[in-house]
């Protein structure tokens, strides 16, 4: 009953005008919400002040006026002026530090494992939530060669730190099969990677560290199983390992490295000139490199064997790393013999006894066996002697023939001619010398020059069609 007589009201003050009516029902409505802000209360009423319009008043007979709630999610979609926007929240975007720049503020001086440690904690202090980590990491791994810090596994781990912890474990198998944080995981790998590239084992620390940042199933956590398994298998398979630390002497390493070469226990190394500087009778210093050979007893009997009216050749430089160190030598050698000059020696069997140099096996033979094998002999020609030299010009390998000379008589009476190719820039020095510039004149000039030359030929022919 009060339902109804609240509806009559309703009507007869609609009918009386439609702005007085619209001001009662708002007051009505604006009695009803409590505790409401103005801002819906105004759109309250302009809805009911809408909906009192004359063609309206049929539908709402018989209907009873519902309340329109307003979300108060709706407030926060709404566009923000321009003129609360702060402007240094974009300022903080653009001024982003660059990770390189970090490495470069904080080792200005020295660069050094005490140094590196200090920006990742510089890193780490920055923010909590660790934002950019994934840069700052790929940024540290270019890096470390610099500070040389590329073979200490505790910088590793102390740099799989730096990753935020429990935030890319996955929760179900889903999360697995689809590669869950898949941009963190690569990092993860990336790292992994640089240290079996760089031969270093991973130890129980890296594995606790990849469980809590990945997850048991994660990639970085079979990449870690991988390293396990494989590194211990291919540790002692090289049958003529490197050592780690190579020897920082020119010399040293040229004595290891041709030995390294020449594969021969009775091959003697030989050091014909140590690096030092002499001065001249004009008061200049010169700088001789040092010369390091290497020759075994059965080369020096191929070299005395040799024809005298043929020549041999002194070649280079060939290339040699070893680890990230990069060496070169030099052989001297001959041309192949023709066949029409060669003479089969008897086979001596007591010449090599671990390792025989011919078989004479009856083996029973089927009719589908073929006897003839397609095997190319390719026959380069002997190497006598090897050397190496921090500066492989003409005149420095001549003192190491000259020193050849001495135990191998023979080279006193075969010519000797260079195959010298353009060296590398360590062996040629950083700067090119005068001789370089004298010899290399510039492309200009030369084409001035030659455009003089053609103008000066054709001045006597132009005189002479004049006279005919």
């Keep these: 009953m009060k339902c109804a007589r609240c509806l009559l009201q309703l009507q007869g003050l609609r009918l009386q005008g439609l702005r007085l009516q619209g001001l009662q029902l708002q007051g009505l409505q604006l009695q009803g919400l409590q505790g409401q802000s103005a801002r819906s209360a105004a759109q309250h009423g302009a809805l009911l002040q809408s909906s009192s319009q004359p063609h309206m008043l049929r539908n709402t007979q018989h209907q009873v006026i519902r309340r329109f709630h307003r979300s108060p999610i709706n407030d926060k979609n709404q566009p923000i002026p321009a003129e ?74 102390k740099l799989l730190d730096v990753f935020p912890k429990e935030v890319f474990v996955p929760r179900n198998f889903i999360q697995i099969m689809f590669n869950h944080y898949p941009r963190q995981q690569e990092c993860g790998v990336q790292l992994l990677e640089q240290m079996e590239g760089y031969g270093i084992m991973p130890n129980v620390d890296t594995k606790v560290l990849l469980i809590q940042i990945f997850g048991v199933k994660g990639h970085p956590v079979r990449k870690y199983q991988r390293i396990l398994y494989w590194f211990p298998k291919f540790k002692h398979t090289n049958p003529y390992p490197i050592p780690k630390n190579l020897p920082e002497d020119p010399v040293d390493l040229a004595r290891f490295s041709l030995a390294r070469i020449a594969d021969d226990r009775d091959a003697k190394v030989t050091v014909y000139q140590l690096p030092c500087t002499d ?190």
């Excluded at 929240?89 to 530090?97: A, P």
């Excluded at 494992?113 to 940024?139: C, L, P, S, W």
């Excluded at 005395?304 to 002194?314: C, G, I, L, S």
Aim: contains cysteine.
């Design 84 to 157: 609360f926007i702060d402007e240094d929240d974009n300022k903080k975007d653009k001024s982003l530090v660059i990770h390189d720049d970090l490495f470069e503020q904080v080792a200005r001086e020295t660069k050094t494992k005490a140094t590196f440690n200090k920006v990742m904690e510089v890193f780490i202090k920055q923010d909590v939530r660790r934002r950019g980590h994934v840069e700052f990491i790929y940024a540290a791994l270019q890096k470390m060669p610099e500070f040389g810090v590329e073979r200490d596994l505790a910088v590793y781990n």
């Design 279 to 468: 001065i001249t009778e004009s008061g200049e210093e010169i700088t001789l490199p040092h010369v390091v050979g290497i020759q075994s007893p059965s080369q020096m009997e191929l070299l005395a064997q040799h024809n005298p009216n043929r020549p041999v050749f002194v070649e280079g430089p060939f290339p040699l790393w070893l680890r990230d160190k990069c060496v070169y030598y030099y052989v001297l050698r001959a041309d192949p013999v023709p066949p029409e000059e060669k003479v089969e020696e008897p086979y001596d069997p007591e010449r090599s006894l671990a390792y025989p140099l011919q078989l004479d096996l009856d083996l029973d033979r089927d009719l589908g066996d073929e006897e003839s094998f397609d095997v190319e002999d390719l026959d380069e020609g002997a190497v006598f002697a090897m050397c190496m030299t921090s500066q492989g010009d003409q005149a420095v390998l001549n003192q190491w023939v000259s020193g050849l000379q001495q135990n191998n008589p023979i080279l006193g009476w075969v010519p000797t001619l260079f195959r010298l190719e353009q060296g590398p820039r360590e062996l040629q020095g950083a700067h090119k010398t005068k001789s370089d510039h004298q010899h290399r004149p510039d492309p200009q000039t030369q084409r001035e020059e030659e455009e003089d030359e053609v103008s000066v030929e054709e001045e006597p022919r132009r005189s002479q069609e004049m006279k005919q």
